[in-house]
């Protein structure tokens, strides 16, 4: 770990590396890293039990924080985080099909993101204050992005001292 | 009397031809109130780029890898405009882009592309019009990114080994 801060500080760029917090398990595979907007939490993919299961942790301590909700639904991807991380929205398995899901972390409610029939998410990411998500979707072969309006479902999270704007959509 | 009560046997009729008529639009409100709203203006928009994957939400931006088959490209969105903006310098004939990520401000965006037989990390100023690369080390191949909303923060999903691992990069 040492040698990795070394050289950190020498990068061209002044870039400057962090080791990732460790997994519970040490050393092992770990995919789809997504911050939070504040940057303060890490959301990432591991093997547990052989199924790929969502991680959450203070990327300072490497404290893992609990998502009980989300047991029994791996496997897990695409996770995608809001600005202080109380939303984290993810794609689950529900029987033979991918559901997009969002766990509130403040109430632990697990919210699934219904969408139109016929469309597989793929990826998504969630807008840092929580009023829409981008979802990439398979239709019929094709890999599309829509983007959905959640304004109405969720409360937002936002940024310290950032004022409110309105939601929804907004075009010339 | 009679008259009277022919008059209730009416009205009674007549709620109830009301509530008939009225039934299925109640069931499909509910349900229609359980799926997610898309927002119709832009995704119409979103559909014009062609196919459409990775996308990274960051407050009025949504970044994304769109286009014709062969021909995909970095986008970057301004959602309150509708609009795509130009990036001038990113995009580049002899490269695929793989993944993307955009702070808050819509000015950095990290894009992992394929350039030639490498993959490499690169980070886009857009106001700057410049484009570096970013230093993998120890070495190995980027695949997903996530980006802090200020743009400071970059987690990396690298592949080292045949073990991927999550690099984190505070960017200067």
């Known amino acids: 770990m040492a040698l990795v801060l070394l050289l950190a500080g020498c990068g061209p760029l002044g870039l400057r590396r962090q080791p990732a917090p460790p997994g519970a398990l040490g050393a092992e595979n770990r995919e789809q890293p997504a911050l939070s907007g504040d940057g303060r939490l890490l959301a990432s993919l591991v093997e547990r039990g052989g199924r790929s299961t969502v991680l959450l942790q203070d990327r300072r301590s490497g404290q893992v924080l609990p998502l009980p909700h989300l047991r029994d639904h791996q496997p897990h991807s695409a996770p995608s985080l809001s600005w202080t991380g109380r939303y984290l929205a993810l794609l689950i398995q529900q029987g033979p099909h991918r559901q997009a899901v969002l766990q509130d972390r403040a109430s632990g409610r697990l919210l699934p993101l219904m969408l139109p029939a016929g469309r597989e998410p793929q990826r998504l990411s969630l807008a840092a204050d929580g009023r829409r998500i981008a979802i990439e979707l398979l239709d019929d072969g094709q890999r599309r992005v829509e983007l959905f309006d959640l304004s109405g479902l969720l409360e937002p999270d936002l940024a310290p001292g950032l004022r409110q704007s309105g939601g929804g959509e907004v075009l010339p | ?172």
């Open chain 2, 1 to 172: 009397m009679s008259i009277a009560r022919g008059m209730v046997l009416q009205r009674r009729r007549g709620a109830a031809l009301l509530l008939a008529v009225l039934s299925p639009t109640l069931l499909l409100t509910g349900c229609l109130g359980d799926q997610l709203r898309p927002l119709p203006g832009l995704n119409q928009r979103l559909s014009q780029l062609g196919n459409g994957h990775d996308p990274a939400l960051s407050g009025r931006w949504l970044a994304l890898i769109a286009g014709q088959q062969g021909r995909q490209q970095v986008q970057l969105i301004d959602l309150e405009r509708g609009l795509p903006v130009p990036l001038i310098g990113l995009n580049r004939p002899d490269s695929q882009p793989l993944s993307v990520a955009v702070d808050l401000s819509g000015e950095r965006l990290v894009v992992v592309r394929q350039r030639e037989d490498r993959t490499e990390l690169v980070l886009h100023r857009r106001t700057l019009m410049a484009t570096e690369r970013l230093p993998i080390e120890p070495a190995g191949v980027p695949r997903q990114i996530s980006l802090s909303a200020d743009g400071r923060l970059l987690a990396v999903e690298v592949s080292r080994g045949g073990i991927w691992q999550v690099d984190l990069l505070e960017l200067p």
